[in-house]
């Protein structure tokens, strides 16, 4: 077994195992006993952690300082990028630092538009997009040099992630821009909430005969509905996203009290399910605002113990 | 074209106060073609300013002229005579007219009567939409002719990226996703092929990162 980093998402998925990531969103302040506290239910139970890069727009701890934070209890950062908020410039330095501080595994995205939110008037970077940021993480790794040129000493070793929607339109370009992804360089993938699980399917089939799953570890995304209101807000609201009318029902149709754990148990069946789908390497579990939930999610899934590799 | 639209008469009777004599000054260019700053919206916002100041008790005598490029040194020039009489001048052009004018007279306090806003072309009566960014380096070649640098809110060579709903963009349900646009285009001209390579991170050089531009033609030097 050939590993380019040190991550342990890059050994877990390389010995074959069904990988785990988890989500730490960054608090609306510097304590860092706020990062702690989320992570804390993590530890042991994911083989990396996604810490988000200001996500919906909003100013949060940065990604790289919550990842060190999350690095020093014993779990694996999966440091978030965006390019809505620096140019090139910026995103090297803050990979060289990453790297010089043990991140080893990243995740690179385009990022909200600022106008989601509570800085809407701030200017709106993107010098480059999340294809030429992966490719630039690539070059910075496989070649040891700078966009720029300039040879980089002591070049960055990321495991290098991307996000992908299944569901975002027009559908027939979804699989094509995974595979530009792919072709950019990324090592493995993060799919965006999946709750139309047929949609899905056909999604895995188009990806694994154009042979991206051979090229790639594809992660499934999957979040929980913790009530029959948050199957509705994330069938309507939130834009790229598919909650299938019969999901929000089965939701709904349970009693209040009993509709979080109506949501995890079509989680659980969600992930027994997706382990049978060819070309499908682990899954991401998004508990947003719900991280102590995660352990008994995971037993639940029987995803645990994660393996030590 | 160049497409602007009229400040607010308060926010422009703030500049104008101080003054008793003044030229409004329309172009006879782009914000003539967008109802915004030509002879026509001259002449409404001389009588607008009038009957503002006269409300307030204030006389302001205002002389109005449309030149047919504020942007022109040829056609500013033609102000060399009259300016002196004016307080000031209230520039209805663009920003490039106002700069042109402030660059020619020195010592005369100018104002912008409208704001700025993009290159863009007319979609139907009373609308414009954004189309250039001008950055320099052209890539509507491969992009069936839509451009992912004006038109997509992320400014994405390789998109569409996740928000992309219904042939509509995550910011707005009024805005197209450019992506959508360019990958039906392709499809249209059977490029499809050119979706599917990578663009490359664009040198912003030639757009207005790389400091102020200036286009020098050394065939037609004087």
Redesign the interface.
């Given at each position: 077994m050939e590993l380019k980093t040190d991550s342990n998402l890059e050994k877990v998925l390389r010995a074959g195992h069904f990988a785990v990531t988890g989500e730490v969103g960054p608090p609306r302040g510097s304590d860092p006993e706020a990062v702690r506290e989320k992570a804390a239910h993590l530890v042991g139970k994911v083989d990396a952690v996604n810490i988000t890069d200001c996500q919906t727009a909003m100013v949060r701890m940065s990604s790289w300082a919550a990842s060190l934070i999350c690095k020093s209890m014993g779990l694996e950062p999966n440091y978030q990028m965006v390019?809505?908020d620096r140019n090139?410039i910026a995103m090297q330095s803050d990979i060289l630092g990453a790297y010089a501080m043990g991140l080893n595994t990243m995740l690179c995205l385009?990022?909200?538009?600022p106008?989601?939110g509570d800085h809407p008037m701030a200017s709106?970077v993107?010098?480059?997009?999340?294809?030429?940021l992966i490719?630039?993480v690539r070059g910075m790794m496989d070649d040891g040099k700078f966009?720029g040129g300039a040879e980089i000493k002591r070049p960055p070793k990321m495991f290098i992630g991307a996000?992908?929607?299944p569901f975002?339109?027009?559908f027939e370009?979804r699989v094509?821009?995974l595979?530009?992804k792919v072709?950019?360089g990324a090592d493995f993938i993060q799919t965006?909430c999946i709750y139309n699980m047929q949609k899905f399917r056909d999604y895995m089939k188009m990806a694994v005969d154009k042979g991206l799953h051979e090229k790639t570890y594809i992660l499934a995304g999957v979040t929980p509905l913790k009530s029959a209101g948050m199957a509705k807000y994330m069938a309507t609201k939130v834009?790229?996203m598919d909650v299938p009318d019969d999901v929000v029902k089965r939701i709904a149709s349970a009693p209040k009290e009993k509709q979080a754990e109506e949501g995890i148990k079509f989680l659980c069946e969600q992930i027994e399910e997706m382990r049978e789908i060819e070309g499908v390497a682990g899954i991401h579990l998004m508990a947003i605002e719900w991280e102590h939930k995660v352990p008994e999610i995971l037993e639940q899934a029987k995803c645990l113990p994660r393996p030590q590799v | 074209m160049i497409t602007a639209e009229r400040k607010p008469i308060e926010e422009i009777m703030e500049y104008v106060k101080p003054y008793k004599k003044i030229l409004l000054l329309g172009c006879n260019e782009c914000v003539t073609v967008c109802y915004a700053g030509g002879r026509k919206e001259v002449g409404i916002l001389a009588s607008a300013l009038s009957m503002a100041f006269l409300k307030q008790g204030q006389k302001v005598e205002i002389d109005e002229l449309t030149l047919e490029r504020q942007c022109d040194p040829e056609y500013v020039e033609e102000l060399a005579r009259t300016i002196q009489q004016y307080d000031a001048v209230c520039s209805m052009a663009c920003g490039c007219g106002v700069q042109t004018i402030a660059g020619r007279y020195k010592d005369k306090p100018v104002y912008p009567m409208v704001n700025t806003k993009f290159m863009g072309a007319s979609e139907r009566q009373g609308v414009w939409a954004e189309r250039c960014q001008g950055c320099g380096d052209c890539v509507l070649a491969f992009t069936g002719g839509i451009c992912p640098v004006a038109r997509c809110?992320?400014?994405?060579?390789?998109?569409?990226?996740?928000?992309?709903?219904?042939?509509k963009c995550?910011?707005?349900p009024n805005v197209d996703?450019a992506?959508?646009l360019i990958?039906d285009r392709l499809k249209a001209l059977g490029r499809t092929d050119l979706?599917?390579r990578?663009?490359?991170?664009?040198d912003?050089r030639a757009a207005r990162d790389g400091g102020p531009r200036k286009i020098v033609r050394e065939d037609l030097l004087a």
């Open positions: 390019c809505r090139r385009s990022g909200d538009h106008s989601f709106n993107h010098d480059l997009d999340s294809i030429q490719q630039m966009q996000a992908a929607n975002g339109d027009p370009l094509l821009r595979a530009k072709a950019a965006q834009p790229g | 809110s992320k400014r994405i060579f390789n998109g569409p990226c996740g928000g992309s709903s219904g042939g995550e910011i707005d996703c992506w959508q990958w979706y599917e990578i663009m490359p991170a664009k912003w």
